[in-house]
């Protein structure tokens, strides 16, 4: 996998063009309140942007005595890490949304409190050795499809 495939896969599947878009409104915002605070007019709305964009076209100076493939990684790797954190925002309330929709809601939503994005799974075995089943098609379907991807017990599990 190349570099510029696993940047764009950084930013969209984690959220992360949202992030990043949501960062720099933010800047933008708080750019201007400070300068109305100090009677100035302040930036135009692109300004962060641009102000991103010059960073980036930047060129990189590497010190002599520092591995040079280290220098440049670790800040990719860092930034993965920053986008990373938004895997483990809670999105219970959006996935819920989706129920809330007229006609489309039970399409999307399935049974009541699931949502439009959900995971199929089953545990099976004794409590010290267990086996987990993830069934990854039940992620690509919305809810009212997802029964069909759903793990069926062949027989009830006995009690001990």
């Given at each position: ?7 764009i896969t ?14 720099l ?27 991103t ?15 040079a ?6 800040p ?6 920053a ?6 925002v ?50 690509l379907?919305?809810?009212v499809?997802?029964?069909l ?9 006995q009690?001990?």
């Amino acid at each position: 996998m190349n570099t510029l495939t696993t940047i764009i896969t950084l930013l969209i599947f984690p959220g992360g063009l949202c992030l990043l878009l949501l960062g720099l409104a933010y800047e933008w915002v708080d750019r201007k309140l400070v300068a109305r605070l100090q009677n100035r007019v302040g930036p135009r709305w692109f300004q962060p942007l641009a102000d991103t964009i010059k960073l980036l076209a930047k060129e990189e100076v590497v010190p002599e005595n520092v591995q040079a493939r280290l220098f440049t990684v670790l800040p990719v790797i860092a930034l993965a890490g920053a986008l990373t954190s938004a895997l483990y925002v809670p999105l219970f309330g959006l996935n819920n949304a989706f129920q809330q929709i007229p006609i489309l809601g039970p399409l999307l939503g399935g049974r009541e409190g699931e949502g439009l994005v959900g995971v199929t799974f089953a545990v099976q075995g004794p409590l010290n050795n267990p086996q987990f089943r993830i069934n990854p098609l039940s992620i690509l379907m919305p809810g009212v499809f997802r029964e069909l991807f759903e793990f069926r017990a062949k027989e009830l599990p006995q009690v001990e």
